[in-house]
């Protein structure tokens, strides 16, 4: 494929600033200029290592370098890539002497030969076991809550956090970003691992606030199942599911709020906390309380852009003023008839 040249940009695609000479990173809102090019790259990159072409693939590496910042987080990332592919490039040897050094150290394993000849064959099954993690540690996080609340509500809850992780994956998909499925952490919640090579900071925000998106449409369905059945344990999952995603949109840390703070200048994030203590006095809901002290602490730390980013502003109000909604609709069926019948 073609590279464009590093002059050929004059303006920011992101933000539009103007760009100096030969620049590879804006210098008003840090995104990289070539992420669609280095989009391609990865993808391309990714192509090789899935066929077993490894040398072919660390030539892809090595040409986004050009790229990327020298000393920036995505460049150390694509330089331990490329170590890590020169270590997985298999030998040549011929089939014959591969059989024969097979057979030479089952031969010194003694009595355990046989038993590691087996595993040996079946390391197939066992690697599409391994890539079942996701179905594994579902599996664990419905036996943990069901165990706990009931097969109804248990099931449901782990159903709605599902719906939650598969927004943040759907959206980096059709993004042409490489990411694994959900793995859930009983007790703790879950995570999507995906590479955000080539990514701007709001695309991270926007593929953040995917996540407690999906997880509103769980909520909404949820009550409006409640709606139409009386059933309380809808309004229970529909209450539950908004008070996890509005935990989720708190602007700290880790969670999906964290990054999605990251693009908003001191006006954005004022103006976040005003809609935080707006509907904190309009629901009585004390989860926005929260919210709007962790915006609170981002007036107040220095990874505020130069650059205002309404669009990502306006995305996590509206989730937050949704997610409300539900809130103040649904009633506390937890709290005035306890946990669902198991």
Not at 235 to 252: D, E, Q
Not at 284 to 304: H, Q
């Amino acid at each position: 494929m073609s590279i464009i040249p590093h002059s050929a940009i004059a303006n920011c695609p992101n933000c539009g600033s103007d760009l100096p000479l030969g620049a590879l990173s804006c210098p008003q809102c840090q995104a990289l200029i070539y992420s669609r090019e280095l989009d391609s790259l990865a993808q391309e990159a990714r192509a090789h290592e899935s066929n077993g072409e490894f040398s072919q693939a660390r030539e892809v590496w090595n040409r986004s370098l050009s790229l990327l910042p020298p000393g920036s987080k995505q460049a150390e990332w694509v330089r331990e890539r490329m170590r890590a592919l020169e270590t997985t490039q298999p030998a040549p040897q011929s089939a014959p002497a591969k059989g024969q050094a097979t057979q030479g150290w089952v031969k010194k394993l003694g009595p355990l030969g046989p038993f590691a000849l087996l595993l040996l064959k079946f390391k197939t099954l066992f690697l599409f076991l391994f890539k079942l993690k996701f179905l594994f540690s579902f599996l664990f996080f419905i036996a943990l809550y069901v165990s706990i609340f009931g097969w109804r509500y248990g099931l449901g809850i782990s159903v709605c956090i599902l719906i939650h992780e598969m927004g943040h994956f759907v959206d980096i998909k059709r993004r042409g970003l490489p990411a694994e499925m959900p793995v859930f952490l009983p007790g703790f919640g879950a995570y999507v691992r995906w590479t955000s090579l080539g990514v701007t900071r709001r695309q991270i925000a926007q593929i953040s606030l995917a996540g407690p998106l999906a997880g509103w449409i769980a909520a909404a369905v949820c009550f409006l199942i409640y709606a139409q059945t009386g059933d309380p344990l809808w309004a229970a999952l529909a209450r539950t599911g908004a008070v996890l995603n509005v935990l989720n949109l708190i602007p700290i840390w880790v969670l999906d709020g964290g990054q999605a703070a990251s693009v908003l200048g001191v006006v954005e994030r004022a103006a976040l906390l005003a809609t935080a203590l707006g509907l904190w006095y309009y629901t009585g809901e004390g989860i926005f309380f929260f919210v709007a002290a962790g915006t609170t602490w981002r007036l107040f730390t220095k990874d505020k852009p130069q650059q205002s980013d309404w669009s990502t502003w306006t995305y996590y109000a509206a989730l937050l003023v949704a997610l409300a909604v539900i809130l103040h609709a649904a009633p506390n069926t937890l709290a005035n008839q306890g946990l669902p019948a198991r």
